[in-house]
């Protein structure tokens, strides 16, 4: 026996399967209007979830993109800073090769000199109290709203600033500093060689000039602050710092202009030194370049028409001029620096730009609707509730009644 | 002839009763809860003669309703689910859809406030930027505030809806109770006859009682129905129905719960009432809303905590170090309304990566204090003691306990419930924001050597001698001292160098007389390295034992709700095809079918018709005989 359906059950399960048809046709057609598939948590947790962290990600990236152009715009400043300070220093250094002609320069010239040097110093110090667009000292380290550098009263130029290094954050992994302090740009400029700094006693009476030397062989060079001193005119030694008697590590004739090697450098002098007169040979630290510019001045404004007075003019000429070129070295290795950071944040800016292409794909993978497929269910659900429609209106006429 | 005669009148008296019947059951095709009625015939005792039993014609016994026990039991569980699983759907889903906008929600609140980070980390001198970051912090304590406003109001109506439910079963209990007394005296007066169309009514309130809660009902011989709710207490028992009433939470006065009043006291039913559209909006309560409200607050202590402890070691623009960013709510701790002892509990907050998102109750046991899950009331390993000193330390929680408690006094501990409602952005001032690092450290400018110095961290902002000049001299290249002290230390390259609160790192070799300093950074105006760990920290993974960051725990909490949501829909949805088969198989016993009634109807009228012909017969078999004698 089949079983019986009630008349009221028969309506009651036709108006149930057309209002779920309905249900769902309202789902589509809500996902459709948006264009999205997961429009709640609901609809599927774990692609919601995943969804909120890919737009994290993408905000996450959109920050690291102003980063990496903050960053560039402060280096390409800064870029224009080093290349300015390579021009003063190159001039500079012309200034001094034309001051090394000691034989026809008389006191007065080379004051003159003296003079441009002194406006080029003040150029140097402006730069290095560049300010950048936002007003922050460029060079002061942390402390960007400090003037970095400042002439005393001895006419010495100091640096307020500290060694900070800003960094910046360009990617989940990588940080950059957005400029340079200026300790790091101008202040730490190896002194002398790299290895060792030499000086002439201001007190030398003898027209004896040192080099600047060099380093044969760096194995054997035992960093002290070393003397050269001469016993008589003919013969030197040299010693070292030990106290209370220092020891000697060299001695031997001298040949003006010959080499005079120990501990695995050597220097030259020449000229005529005068007994008791003393050289040093100190291990180098670093000297700024306004330090060097400024002892380059002192020496250019000291009268050294006399023999003594050329041979000192003579030793600090040869030292700042070594100087120079350890400043401007020192300049190009910064830009270098500089150029490699422009360079990191090139790359830097590539992988965020796939990144973003990725980021993008995977959303709309998972958030968007796929159309065709949604428009296809679309379709079938319609037909299935016209079926049903139809079918129960067809249905419900049918009655016994009808007959009776 | 008269048996003739009565035997047809039977027929007409019993056909008219049966067409009666039909014709009730088509007027009731549409009634919800009528089931269709059945007229039983049954034939007259017989007459005894010699030629065997004559019958004697037609009765109605009775009239019986269509109707199966078991069944409607079966609609009444499903129907049960049904609700239950359709208030949770529903309520869920409103948490669902408030979480739903991504644009808005948690995890971009967050990431807004982390780039603004990085923007004022960018400019740490700029004004706006810090003003950026103080109103996105807003936004973000806004945003948390915001959605545990949400929770708060949906517990509050939850609460109405408690009251509600309460008043519409206590009044289904109440008319259940007087049916029972007009089925018991209807019975009495028809000699035991089913008062079908009140036992309808009956199981039709039974039915609706069943939406609102699972119930189970037992039948009496005199026709009455007791009803039993949760863990069998009585509802209805006879002609007598107990009053379930919203009560408040022993705990908390504003939290409503479930009471039974009878005659003999009041039982809180809370626990044990499951089913239905009360048990769905109890169960809602439990397991969505206030694990929702415990989640955001716990986002809420760790996003302050994360962010005050490393702001608490930067230095702000004029030079001091970093107060508090964000404040947030305590543990509340809330006392039973029954304690009788003069104990109390204070609570704290010591460790935030063990912090959960569940609520606790510590119970006195008269030798001690047991801690118990408050949802499971699962027990709660701790240590210590309990006293200032020596707090019991349990799920990052440190407990005090003091006064002197009566065994079974017990305190409600809400770790983190509240916390997102009074959280505040402390700082107003964006000079006040912490981006730079207190302290600096330089290498001298006379050192020969080729170390460096680096990777400055402030280890304890509270030390008094954090900005205090330091020197760090070496003394060979392989041995330093620290600000002249005797103490001399070993160097390796790149190991730490910890004193005064801070941590610096030095590489490279040193000659002997190098120096470096670690010194006030009063002037580091431009120094970005705190906003660098702030923005860093934000991503760290500090929930959950160490494993789980802000932004993960934003998402996991997303998803959780998501998931209850999902599953509360797909359950009402198998649910709602359980239901519409149990009331198919109802309808299929007890349902009208017109049909059926037309052909009965057609029955009925020709065995009508039939009846009246033979009391035809009778009388032309009478004419028959009078004129057959009385000629």
Redesign the interface.
Known sequence: MSSRISTAGMSMVATNAMISQQAALSRLQNQVALGKRVVTPADDPIAAVHILELQRAQSESDQYGKNITLVRSRLSLEEQSLKDTGTVLQRVRELTVQASNTGTLTDKDRASIATELAIRLEELTDIGNRKDSNGEYMFGGYSTTTQPYSLDANGTVNYNGDMGNRLVQINTSQRVADSHSGYDVFNNVPAGNGTFVVGANAANTGSGSISVGSVVNRAAWVPDDYKLTFVDATHYEITDSATPTPTVVASGAYVSGSAIAFNGVQVEISGTPAAGDQFSIDPSDSEDMFATLGKLITALNTPSESSSGGAQLTTALANSLQQLDQANDHVLSVRAEVGARLATLDSADDAAADLKVDLQTTLSDLRDLDYASALTELNQKLVGLQAAQASYSKISQLSLFNYI | MADLMNVGVSGLLAFQRALSTTSHNIAN??TPGYS?QIAELMTRQADVSGSGYIGNGVDVSTVTRSYNDFIASQVRSSSSSLSYFTSMSTQ??RI??L??D?TT?L??S???F??SV??V??????IPARQTLLSQAQTLTQRLQSFDDNLQSFDKQVNNQIDSEAATISQLAQNIAQLNQQIVSARGQSGGQPPNDLLDQRDRLVDELSTHLNVSTVQQSDGSLNVFVGSGQNLVVGASATRLVAGQDAFDATRKTLVLQSATGATDVTASLTGGSLGGTLDFRTQILDPARNSIGRLAVALADVMNEQHGKGMDLEGNLGGDFFSVGGVDVRENSGNTGLGTVAATRSDLSKLTAYDYVLKSTGTGWALTRADTGAAVPMTGTGTATDPFVADGLSIVVGGTATTGDSFLIQPTRTAASSMEVVIDDPEKIAI?SPI????T????GAAKIGGTEVLDASDANLRTDATITFTDATHYTISGSATVYNYASGSNIDANGWRVKITGVP?AGDSFTVKS?A???????NA?KL?DVLNQPVLNGGTTSL?AA???F??S???A??QA?SSAAAQEVVY?DS??AQ??V???????E??K??QYQQAYQAAAQIIKIAQSLFDTLISATGR
Not at chain 2, 121 to 126: L, Q, Y
Not at chain 2, 440 to 443: E, F, G, I, N
Not at chain 2, 590 to 596: F, H, T
């Open positions: 095709v549409s269709r869920a889903n669902n859809n979480l739903g991504s929600g995890t971009a967050l990431q807004s982390i780039n990085q923007g980390a960018n400019t740490p001198t700029s730079a600096v450290a330089a290498a400018a006379a050192n020969k000659a950074n002037n580091g105006t431009g120094d970005n390295s660098l923005a932004n934003a998402g996991q997303i998803s709700v998501g998931v949501t999902n829909k519409d009331i198919a309808q299929s007890s349902g009208v079918n017109l049909d059926e037309a052909a109807l057609l």
